[in-house]
């Protein structure tokens, strides 16, 4: 069972790191994040991108012609959020007509990895594509996926007898739900450029089984190289950026604190969220996670409790162990196990008889 921390490769803690003015856009639930739910945004597919309703030339003889469509277009997947501890992993798609992508993502608006950019360019770009009357507005549309923290880590920790569902599976089934939503919505999409999840040509084998009428490329660092994924990008960083200030706003309500806890060192940082980026290399968010770990709740919905940083402090620092009694044999257990018979109470009592007051007899029932 994979129940260790997931990490990026270094990740720039100052470029991961969430403004206090990011641009919140509709892709956050507020409600639905709050709950520690995950949940799908999908924008409205700008009127140029769907099919033509117009009639059917009148020399088109033949009865079986295919559908009208939209104009050609291409699609990026990424995602942000894989490594940190705090807050949801945050799957994104972007889509646009072919000819577009170069001249209106690269030349005109300078799009590229989310990860290079500053959050203050990223919110720049989510807040103009989010904007009616903008060039990306009217020819771009956009969704995400966001998996919470909670369900990622019920997933993660599902008893060795069940099923294993690990980061990556969760990640390629939120990458098709996506795909499948844009399709269900009338986008002609005919190519599809993904940034990879582990070894390329195995990714790409499965998209290409799921979606077979589709050109499909799985590459390492694609959101560098595709202009289509670079945006993805940015709507998947940005949506996980607002969406932890989000939680972090309502837990600091919550502690009533600021969210800084009782034990904040002096010098910490004071301005925006003191849980910093969310990601275990972080010295403020796994600081942040010190003092404010409930002993038997450990947190809230923004956490993954299937990440060795939660774990390990739940185990070693203060978490109060319980333990849960097993079913030596599944399904034999009756209602009148949990009770003993009164004339061998000490010799053969029942821990679990015991748990709700005095044991009875049978002779009771």
């Given at each position: 069972m994979e129940d260790t921390q997931m990490t990026d490769d270094a990740p720039n803690l100052a470029l991961e790191t969430p403004t206090s003015n990011v641009f919140i856009p509709p892709s956050v639930h507020r409600d639905a994040l709050l709950r520690g739910e995950t949940f799908s945004h999908?924008?409205?597919?700008?009127?140029?991108?769907?099919?033509?309703?117009?009639?059917?030339?009148?020399?088109?003889?033949?009865?079986?012609?295919?559908?009208?469509?939209?104009?050609?277009?291409?699609?990026?997947?990424?995602?942000?959020?894989?490594?940190?501890?705090?807050?949801?992993?945050?799957?994104?798609?972007?889509?646009?007509?072919?000819?577009?992508?170069?001249?209106l993502l690269k030349t005109a608006h300078h799009f590229d990895d989310s990860k290079v950019l500053t959050p203050a360019v990223r919110s720049g770009l989510m807040r103009s594509l989010c904007t009616a009357g903008t060039d990306l507005h009217s020819a771009c549309g956009w969704a995400t996926a966001s998996l919470s923290a909670r369900d990622i880590g019920a997933h993660m920790l599902r008893p060795s007898t069940a099923a294993a569902y690990n980061l990556n599976a969760q990640a390629m089934d939120a990458t098709a739900e996506l795909i499948r939503g844009v399709l269900a919505r009338g986008v002609n999409v005919r190519e599809i450029y993904v940034d990879t999840i582990g070894q390329p040509a195995a990714y790409q084998k499965r998209l290409e089984r799921l979606f077979p009428t589709l050109h499909i490329t799985v590459a390492k660092k694609a959101d560098s190289l595709y202009p289509c994924v670079s945006a993805a990008s940015v709507c998947a960083k940005v949506t996980r950026d607002a969406a932890l200030e989000c939680l972090y706003e309502a837990r600091a309500a919550q502690l009533g604190d600021g969210g800084e806890g009782e034990g904040q060192e002096d010098g910490a940082e004071?301005?925006?969220?003191?849980?910093?980026?969310?990601?275990?290399?972080?010295?403020?968010?796994?600081?942040?996670?010190?003092?404010?770990?409930?002993?038997?709740?450990?947190?809230?919905?923004?956490?993954?409790?299937?990440?060795?940083?939660?774990?390990?402090?739940?185990?070693?620092?203060?978490?109060?162990?319980?333990?849960?009694?097993?079913?030596?044999?599944?399904?034999?257990?009756?209602?009148?196990?949990?009770?003993?018979?009164?004339?061998?109470?000490?010799?053969?009592?029942?821990?679990?008889?015991?748990w709700f007051g005095t044991p009875v007899g049978l002779e009771a029932f």
């Open positions: 999908y924008s409205p597919v700008p009127p140029s991108l769907l099919p033509s309703t117009a009639s059917p030339s009148s020399d088109t003889t033949d009865s079986a012609a295919a559908p009208p469509q939209g104009p050609p277009c291409c699609l990026g997947v990424d995602e942000a959020g894989r490594g940190p501890v705090l807050g949801p992993m945050v799957y994104g798609v972007f889509y646009l007509p072919l000819p577009l992508s170069d001249p004071k301005d925006g969220m003191a849980w910093g980026s969310g990601y275990p290399s972080d010295a403020r968010c796994v600081g942040w996670m010190r003092q404010n770990m409930h002993p038997v709740f450990g947190w809230g919905p923004e956490c993954r409790f299937s990440w060795g940083t939660a774990k390990d402090m739940l185990e070693g620092k203060g978490g109060v162990k319980v333990d849960w009694p097993m079913d030596e044999e599944e399904g034999t257990s009756r209602m009148t196990d949990f009770f003993v018979d009164s004339g061998s109470r000490e010799k053969d009592a029942d821990e679990l008889g015991t």
